[in-house]
């Protein structure tokens, strides 16, 4: 990758190894990391709707499952449903959330907001399923982590979902960009069999970046 201006290439002595660049459906047992916790959702869903065995790493409980069904309750017009009463104290309404979420452009707020518009009615059984069928590693079909959980991990195969951003945007700040790059590599080096890419990532991880913006 030559975002940070190295020029040496580093090769490694150990098994074979290979990058690809099409996820098929033969995989077998493997690990995809995103970027956000709603694309992780929405890998989860997708696996357990096909009758495959999901693990969440650092487990299930650790991700923000009940916000979404609350969330839900909110969109639904359902208050009584909410068990974080703090969100109804915040929010009486869904609409009061949505116009926070957009004034003060909380990235975790409005990735809530993207899974409940997207799913809507389906939630409460989807997060039901997803706690109920979740499975550790060793009997899973597929594992599933945002870049940020699957820090100082390792799996033989590793799909990198297409949520990660341009780190080359020169719209972002210098600090941005680093930030995005930095993760981008701890989420390409978990590989230690096989990793697989889109080719817009390929592209991403090839081409040196742009000049810098400067931070504001």
């Not at 697989?196 to 742009?210: T, V």
Request: glycine residues 4%.
């Amino acid at each position: 990758m030559h975002f940070k201006g190295e020029q040496e290439c580093l090769l490694g002595y150990g098994d074979d190894t290979a990058i690809e660049y099409m996820e098929t459906p033969n995989l077998g047992q493997h690990t995809k990391i995103h970027r956000t916790f709603a694309e992780t959702f929405n890998t989860a869903f997708l696996n357990n709707q096909a009758g495959r065995g999901v693990a969440w790493v650092g487990g299930v409980q650790a991700y923000p499952l009940d916000s979404v069904t609350d969330l839900y309750a909110l969109y639904a017009g359902r208050q009584d449903q909410i068990r974080d009463r703090r969100l109804l104290a915040d929010f009486p309404d869904y609409e009061s959330y949505k116009d926070a979420a957009e004034q003060t452009e909380d990235p975790e707020m409005m990735r809530l907001i993207k899974i409940v518009e997207t799913y809507t009615s389906t939630i409460p059984n989807a997060v039901a399923t997803m706690k109920s069928e979740a499975c550790p590693e060793s009997d899973s079909d597929i594992v599933v982590t945002t870049a940020h959980r699957s820090k100082g991990l390792e799996w033989d195969q590793v799909v990198l979902a297409d949520d990660f951003p341009d780190w080359h945007d020169p719209e972002q700040t210098a600090e941005e960009r680093a930030d995005e790059a930095n993760l981008a590599y701890v989420a390409v080096t978990r590989a230690q069999k096989r990793l697989i890419l889109d080719k817009d990532q390929e592209r991403l991880l090839m081409l040196p970046p742009p000049a810098l913006k400067a931070a504001a």
